[in-house]
């Protein structure tokens, strides 16, 4: 699985601009602010049709410019692939594989696969529980299409539950709709449990053994998932799964419509870290929490790995830079083996240790 080219139009900084690359390692160096990220978050976008960093499509469309277009020639599967996606102000993105039209964003996903790794993936560990299940919803969304349609369904029905609990008092008629919705979330959450649990599993396994690695073997690092107290067993099938969670719908309703909230559901679902038997979250030092960071990015990249049979395209934005000398051998002795995209400040070493190319890039200009 790899990139062999991008064009990019009008996106971002970049006015109209193309680059081949290396099957192996590309090395994108430059000050800050002149396009490094830009690059690899239109590849990211382009393997799953969302954006690591902006809320709007529009975010991404050059100044005074109409539409934007980002396009990349891939091979994947023994196939070559060209894939384009088109963002216009005034109306929907357009999508196509091959020039044929993409429904949706998991059609992209079915080509190629990317694990995007930047500095603030760092503080997964510390942050709130949004951001590990964001990990776990970009990583699945890729993997798996009815995951990604579920999710999306959910998260509409979530709205609008939300909605009618926050305008009841108002417009107590609105609440004759509830139960439709709550039936929604309690199938479409069944589904986002089922697959997430099984992330999870694999999850643990890989990030376990990467950081007994990375620390010399002194360390012990689990990885659970945290849903609803009733489900018993999140890996259950997905029809007991649903059950379970109508039990719990059901026993929130009445203080779902006293506070107005949506109390409980997958949406609040999180993942436990532990250190030696310690929440990491609370007890772990910085270096810790930063090895375990490390060590569940790269689980993800084996995780695709055993889904697909290719290696994932690995974008790492800057973070070696982030990284103590040790952290940063451990990361560079693992990423062989599939194509890699490292951005950084200064032209470097890396190049003469991985085999690859170097490209410059200086106020959207790719050199």
Known sequence: MRIDGLTLQSFRNYGNQSADFDPRCNVIFGENAQGKTNLLEALVYLSCGKSPRARTDREMIGFDAPSARMEAKIFARDRDFRVRVDLFRDRRRKMTVNQVPAKNSAELSQVY???????????????????????????????RPRYAAAL????RAYDHKTRILRDSEERPDLLAALPDFNEQLVRYG????????????????????????????????EVRYQTVSSVQDPSSEVSVLTEQLRCHMEAHQAAERASRLCLSGPHKDDLLVTIDGRDAK???????????????????REIYKNATGEYPVLLLD???SELDPKRQEFVLNRIAGGQVFITCCED??????????????EQGIIM
Not at 119 to 135: M, N, S, T, V
Not at 152 to 155: D, H, I, L, P, R
Not at 194 to 209: D, P
Not at 282 to 300: H, P, V
């Open 152 to 155: 999306t369904a959910y998260n």
């Open 190 to 221: 069944a589904v986002l449990v089922h697959y997430r649990s099984q992330f999870t599993a694999r999850l643990n396994e890989y990030a376990a053994m990467h950081h007994r690695e990375c620390s010399g073997c002194r360390e012990e690092l």
């Open 318 to 320: 800057d973070v070696l």
């Open 113 to 143: 696969n990317t694990v995007f790794f930047c500095p603030d993936d760092l503080y997964l560990i510390r942050e709130g529980a949004a951001a590990r299940r964001k990990f776990m919803d970009n990583a699945l969304c890729q993997l």
């Open 348 to 361: 470097d070493r890396l190049p003469q240790m991985l085999g690859g190319r170097v490209f410059h890039v």
């Open 282 to 300: 609370s007890y772990a030092s910085q270096g810790q929490t930063r090895t375990a960071a490390l060590s569940m990015k790269l689980a993800e």
